[in-house]
């Protein structure tokens, strides 16, 4: 494959193109679905297939084939140099792509039980025995979801400039949400676990007690109150860290976002834009979370992005693009849903980093505010820098003392007001995965980081 991929991007430059890179995809993934104790899902496939993308002058071509004989590969490059081609006659502002060192190198997938030696129906038994056990638990309960998918296979990137990566893919992803119904009000618990893991991942008790926990969730939601609305300090844990440093903040430092005018950070690099307390990290190289990779869908190096320090914001997550039109290094933030779309800046696992503070310590300090605990979905507007997210659950806290439970709280803000009126950090991180929608392609995330505690955080009604 390496000699044939070589030949195809060589092949490509001598159409015209500066350059050219290829990515090749074969990927087997399993999707099982089981909806009140019935499986109404199970599908295997597999995918396979090539991305070209052609640069001219400031433009790219990209094709995409499942045909990956060298007849096939080679007329895709061909469709990929003409369409660079005929773009570069519209690029008002050339630029040229950021130089980079390429390597060559050939990178395992990390699993102790490969997910294709497991049958279908031990997949599925997983499931079951949670639904079996969700569903003793009490009569309120009404619905019980469960799905699991597994994606196990290779990625190879190949250019013209040298690189040539082999990349191991094994990733599952396992999530409960179950509804419970009582006096009229209907509430849902939602759990999920996942990395870049093989089978094991699913007999860590996290993933084990997943029905069970997104059951009880919902068995205290429908006896929650409705949510005070108003200005409260406020303590979000690290689910809701997560959720907040990845929407509100992650997105505004994609460069792309940044290049679009779509980002309230354009501009404040070197700035001040949070507490000295607050360091967020988006770091592909923590191994075994949802959102690892060791090189991205460029054939960049994954290293630790530290994009902001103590407050201060330090720069940008880029692709060969972004850095080369910033004049900047590229640091490998690159990925693609699949070899039918191109590469765009994405985030991989992204989070608040631990500061000194346990949560006994954050609670005694507040007289009256809020525990936001767990996060659902929000809005988010990166260019003018609001959001609002849809918390789980929602406790006050008064005197130090963690009181009533309330239901269908929301909050919102100015982004970067809330990093700033960040005043305690805690001392233990944990993450969460996700997957994440940009540009109508998903991907494999994680975010995370300790409690925090935001003093004037406005928290209201369910959205």
Not at 84 to 108: D, G, H, M, S
Not at 193 to 212: D, I, P, S
Request: glycine share 12%; charged share 25%; hydrophobic share 40%.
């Amino acid at each position: 494959m390496k000699d044939l991929l070589q030949r195809v991007v060589a092949y490509g430059t001598s159409l015209g193109a500066e350059f050219v890179d290829v990515r090749v995809q074969d990927t087997v993934t399993t999707d099982i679905a089981l909806i009140d104790g019935v499986t109404r899902r199970v599908t295997i496939g597999r995918d396979r297939g090539a991305g070209f993308r052609a640069f001219i002058g400031g433009a790219w071509g990209f094709a995409c084939t499942n045909d990956l004989s060298e007849e096939g590969l080679r007329t895709a490059v061909e469709r990929a140099v003409k369409l660079a081609l005929a773009a570069k006659e519209r690029v008002k502002q050339p630029f040229k792509l950021a130089e980079y060192r390429w390597e060559e190198a050939r990178v395992p997938a990390q699993f102790k039980e490969n997910p294709l030696d497991v049958a279908a129906e031990d997949k599925v038994r997983f499931l079951l025995e949670q639904d079996k056990e969700v569903k003793a638990m009490s009569d309120r309960i009404v619905n019980r979801n469960f799905t699991y998918n597994d994606a196990v296979g290779t990625l190879i990137v190949c250019n013209s400039e040298g690189c040539y990566v082999e990349l191991g893919l094994c990733y599952i992803y396992a999530r409960a949400l179950i509804y419970a119904h009582e006096a009229g009000v209907t509430q849902f618990g939602y759990e999920r676990h996942a990395g870049a893991a093989g089978f094991e991942l699913t007999r860590e008790e996290k993933a084990v007690n997943m029905g069970r926990e997104a059951a009880e969730q919902a068995l205290r939601l429908v006896k929650a109150l409705p949510p005070p609305a108003g200005r409260f300090t406020v303590v979000l844990d690290p689910e809701m860290t997560g959720l907040f440093t990845h929407e509100a903040f992650g997105h505004c430092s994609e460069a792309d976002h940044v290049l679009e005018g779509l980002s309230v950070l354009e501009g404040r690099v070197g700035c001040r834009v949070g507490s000295e307390l607050v360091t967020i990290i988006d770091d592909p190289t923590v191994g075994g979370l949802y959102g690892h990779f060791i090189f991205d869908h460029e054939g960049v190096r994954a290293k630790p992005h530290r994009i902001v320090d103590r407050g201060i914001l330090i720069g940008f997550m880029h692709s060969l693009e972004t850095a080369g039109r910033m004049g900047v290094e590229p640091n490998g933030a690159a990925r693609a849903e699949s070899y039918r779309v191109e590469p765009i800046i994405r985030m991989s696992n992204t989070y608040i980093a631990a500061g000194d503070w346990s949560l006994e310590e954050m609670l005694k300090d507040m007289r009256e505010g809020m525990l936001i605990k767990g996060g659902w979905y929000g809005y988010v507007e990166t260019g003018k820098g609001v959001f609002t997210f849809k918390a789980r659950e929602t406790y006050r806290v008064e005197k130090g003392e963690i009181t009533t439970l309330h239901r269908d709280a929301a909050i919102s803000g100015l982004t970067l007001e809330v990093l700033m009126n960040i005043d305690a950090v805690g001392k233990e991180v944990k993450y969460g995965p996700g997957h994440c929608g940009k540009d109508g392609q998903w991907m494999r995330v994680t975010d995370g980081g300790p409690h925090i505690r935001v003093k004037n955080m406005v928290v209201g009604g369910a959205l």
